[in-house]
């Protein structure tokens, strides 16, 4: 089945440092991969998606690559603010599918 | 506009009661899905609608749990002889094409079995 495996957080930052949360899969087919986030007391939003082998999400500065070679869609944001703190969720769907598989959450706390 | 709404936002009963909870979807969506957070985790389907019929149901845990969609918008989910493993945060989502990734999610139903 499908299934998705991402950093354990939590994980603190300093303003404008660098973030990175990997994230691989494992899906019969050709998935596509998101990135939800979940800010404090709101829901889940999609963040950026990806549908095809070498495919570039990118959305508020953040992005991700879908890597086939390495079932990989890691996040990465160059210089993170105080706002971006939240819970990440890496997910998958198959092409043909409806139903989201999710990773079991990310929490990020960015320090002023 | 208006977005995915559920009510209540928190519920507390006690083991063995039953529960409905309830989600309003975005006005147009035909699709519509539940999923389940257990503390600690990711979302994890349980049930997918499209218009009024459960297209896929395969995520319900066992037969206490059963969601209808009668008109084919709002959604109540049912929770029968309450388990304290049955305390999460119950998502719901919506969306025009049943497309994974094109899901808006409301803020959920934080449920907890005493």
């Known amino acids: 089945g499908n299934s998705v495996t991402q950093m354990e957080g939590p994980v603190t930052l300093s303003e404008e440092a660098f973030l990175t949360i990997n994230c691989t899969y494992t899906?019969?087919?050709?998935?596509?991969l998101f990135w939800y986030v979940q800010y404090p007391g709101e829901g889940l939003q999609l963040l950026l998606k990806?549908?095809?082998?070498?495919d570039k999400g990118s959305n508020k500065g953040f992005e991700a690559t879908y890597r086939k070679e390495t079932t990989s869609f890691h996040l990465e944001k160059g210089s993170v603010q105080v706002s971006d703190s939240a819970v990440y969720f890496c997910?998958?769907?198959?092409?043909?599918?409806?139903?989201?598989?999710f990773g079991a959450g990310t929490t990020v706390t960015v320090r002023a | 506009g208006a977005g995915v709404s559920q009510t209540p936002s928190n519920k507390v009963t006690e083991k063995g009661k039953y529960v409905e909870l309830r989600c309003d979807p975005i006005?147009?969506?035909?699709?519509l899905y539940w999923y389940r957070q257990s503390l600690g985790q990711g979302p994890e389907f349980l049930i997918y609608f499209q218009g009024t019929g459960a297209a896929d149901d395969s995520g319900l845990p066992n037969d206490r749990f059963f969601a209808v969609r009668p008109e084919g918008s709002v959604s109540t989910l049912k929770i029968q002889r309450t388990e304290r493993g049955d305390s999460a945060v119950y998502l719901c989502?919506?969306?025009?094409?049943?497309?994974?990734?094109?899901?808006?999610f409301g803020p959920g139903t934080r449920l907890t079995v005493t």
């Open positions: 006005s147009g969506h035909t699709a």
């Open positions: 990806a549908t095809k082998a070498d």
């Open positions: 997910a998958l769907s198959d092409r043909n599918d409806y139903k989201l598989s």
């Open positions: 989502a919506s969306s025009v094409s049943g497309r994974a990734g094109e899901q808006y």
């Open positions: 899906a019969t087919g050709y998935p596509s």
